[in-house]
């Protein structure tokens, strides 16, 4: 059987972030291989002129969105593996209609998401920030700053993602009670992974709160001033999923009360303004969207899809690839 041909799309300096070389050789091997060698990355025009040469395309970060211009020209395109997040505004539903195939490596990085969660957790109910903050101001043992532990605490998630189900794995030590939010959670999604359905309100009430709520039209703003008035004292509050699901300034103005800490890795605007007030609570901890960057998760997203879209050519079961049924509702 001959191979099919493929272009990797971005650059090589890109590319060799998200990969590693026993995945270069994979691609080498398996695949009739064109590169990027322009030594920056395609533009939308140039991937057109090209894409009806080929079967395969593997892009990540940075590369041009496949448009229905592209995809009127794809004659030959059976799979398309994006070594990175979403894909919701990088392809057009269309790509589906047209019997192609499409892998994400979105839930490779939600295994990073997912440490990260469970870091910033931990490091709030300790108060490990303020007590770096205190001992730096040349103070030992500041009473205010007791911690908590983790163990068997209620935890409230907002959306079973993939992201949440990595969470959960990472929780089980603690023995915790996890209540999800998610409309689209079934009795047997819940008991696979042992949780708890729960409204919003219930998930608000929650002393440790995690969001992992895909940026759609239906979710913007929804957690709203009242829910998180209900945050209870004391609690820990983690977004790392979007900030455009939450309203911001009433965030902010709860969380001047000091009444509760918050982690933040995702805003309404990014970057953070610089006179956010975000940027000067000492009872926040605020990052900059780095929630899934991690050097080994980004050496492997290439790999996922790649080890994924060959399954599928074996007709063997593949764990990246999207499923056109959720379009609507993943992020």
Known sequence: MSKLRALVVPSRTQFEMVSNPATRQLIDTFFDTDYNNKGREMTQTELADVIAKYDVLLTTWGSPVIDNNALSRAGRLKYVGHAAGSVKNRIPFEVFEKGIRVFSAASRIADSVAEYCLASILACLRYLPQQNAAMKAGK?????????????????????????RALIRLLKPFECEILVYDPYMTDEKAQMFEVKPASLEEVFSC??????????????????????????????????????????????????????????????????????PLRKMDNVLITPHIAGHTIECHEELMGCVVRDIIAAINNEPTKYEIDPRQWEIIA
Do not use: C
Not at 140 to 164: F, I, M, P, Q
Not at 212 to 223: A, E
Not at 243 to 258: C, F, K, N, P, Y
């Open 140 to 164: 030992w043992k500041v009473d205010v700053y007791n911690g908590h532990e983790l163990r068997k605490k209620k935890v409230g998630l907002v959306s079973l993602s993939s992201t949440a």
């Open 207 to 276: 002393p440790i709160v995690s969001l992992h709520t895909p940026d759609l039209p239906t979710t913007r703003g929804m957690i709203t001033r009242e829910l998180i008035k209900m945050l209870p004292d004391e609690a820990v509050f983690v977004n790392s999923s979007r900030g455009r699901v939450i309203d911001e300034q009433a965030l902010i103005e709860e969380l001047s009360t000091g009444r509760f800490i918050a982690a933040l890795d995702v805003y309404t605007v990014e970057p953070l303004p610089q006179d956010s």
